[in-house]
């Protein structure tokens, strides 16, 4: 059966989940964040005080994620994110993650797929591919305003710090590092917000549709 597939990667705090939220909504697709999938291997090993860099261990967190009960509220739990991209270097983590959310992507009518490797791994074959950027400045400042805005407590460079380190790690991995796919449409977001990255979003989706 025919599916409709959009995949939307960038680094972290670009925006990309909340347009892929909006773009499945809007197309009435479902929608998956993948970031979702790691954060819960590393939970899993960090609940069970085990190293992140205990392969094994990780592999059997991977085989056991149920993406239909993935919860976005433990798993954005401050330092998830962080411990997330150290168990998303290795290999058969990726391997076994990737054959889910593409199984998820097969879903009639298709989905919306968001996080790092979807234009050039999981869905290399999707009917359009975004690759969302904004500064490090600006994603840093909006996942500040983030924190504070739910009550919570954060220093502005530590967040940028922070930012930066995941967005080299995530970049420099030997397999399926964080870049633009040949054919992804770019979308620097840096002087948008939300409504206009939305607008532009579908500007493309429209065209292939
Ligand atoms: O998007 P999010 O911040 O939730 O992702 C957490 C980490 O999971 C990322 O920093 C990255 O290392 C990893 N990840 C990945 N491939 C994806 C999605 C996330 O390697 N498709």
Known sequence: ERVFTIAI???????????????????GLHHLDTG???????????????PLDNEAAAEQA???VD????????LSAHGVGEAASKIAVMSAVRRTLVEKQRAFAKTPPGAVLDGRDIGTVVCPDADVKLYVTA??????????????????EADYETILADVER???RDMARADSPLKPAGDAHLLDTSEMDIETAFRAARAIVDKVL
């Open 135 to 152: 500064s490090a400045a600006v994603r840093a400042e909006r996942r500040w305003r983030e924190i504070l805005g739910q009550g919570g």
């Open 9 to 27: 990667d960038g680094p972290a705090a670009s925006g990309k989940g909340t347009l892929a939220r909006k773009l499945a909504a809007h197309y």
């Open 166 to 168: 995941r967005d080299a």
């Open 36 to 50: 979702l999938t790691y954060r819960a291997v590393a939970r899993a090993l960090l609940d069970a005080g085990l």
């Open 67 to 74: 993406l239909g009960t993935l919860d976005r509220e433990t």
């Open 62 to 64: 991977a085989r056991g």
